[in-house]
């Protein structure tokens, strides 16, 4: 029997998060079966259960994989010299995640998927584990992109890394939750909006 290559089983793998992802989108986590993701996927159960025993598990890598690309940008943009400024990077991550990566553009439905991932760390321990791993694994890039603005004397140095971390987080997931209940909200918004607060000072230090 001819052996399996890792191209054919990455391309399997992507065929069956690809499906499960727009099963999740569409009809809500807990409305979608099993037997909706293997129709979704053009797969049998075999085929499907050879990589992932659930839906918790098949949530938990969509999850993972997003945190991975997110944190990957940011580590690539640390590397910058000098780094992009925040409204350049969550722009550009936002993008990417909301619109060039899903197919069809249809980043609403992406945001849906990621605020039912959200909601339901609430009740999965496994899925809460991964969701706080991945947001450390964000303050942690996002606070090593503050010391490269402050290298490049970008930023001044008396705010801690982390609340400027923290900040940037809590747009990037107020964005994705405007995009998700809201719909037709343009990356540019936030570009835009970012770098008019970028450009504020106190007029009694002007």
């Known amino acids: 029997m001819a052996r399996v290559s890792q191209e054919h089983l990455d391309a399997r793998r992507r065929q069956i998060l690809d499906g499960a992802a727009r099963c999740f989108a569409r009809n809500g986590f807990h409305a979608t079966s099993m037997q909706d993701i293997l129709r979704e996927a053009g797969l049998s159960a075999g085929a499907v259960y050879r990589y992932f025993r659930s839906k918790e598990e098949l949530i938990e ?25 925040p ?28 605020l039912q991932v959200w909601s339901e760390t609430l009740r999965n321990e496994h899925l809460a584990a991964t969701l706080a791993d991945g947001y450390a694994g964000l303050r942690l890039a996002w606070a090593t992109l503050v010391d490269a603005y402050r290298a490049a004397g970008l930023m001044d140095a008396d705010v801690p890394a982390d609340h400027v971390a923290r900040t940037l987080i809590a747009t990037a997931q107020g964005f994705i939750a405007q995009q998700a209940l809201f719909g037709d909200v343009r990356v540019e918004a936030i570009e835009d909006g970012l770098r008019a607060l970028m450009s504020m000072h106190d007029p009694e230090f002007s």
């Open 87 to 114: 409204d350049v990077l969550l722009g550009r991550v936002l993008r990417h995640m909301l619109i060039e990566k899903v197919p069809g553009g249809d980043g609403q439905a992406f945001a849906r998927l990621l």
């Open 61 to 85: 890598a969509i999850a993972e994989e997003a945190f991975g690309e997110i944190r990957a940008a940011f580590d690539d943009a640390a590397r910058l010299d000098p780094p992009p400024t």
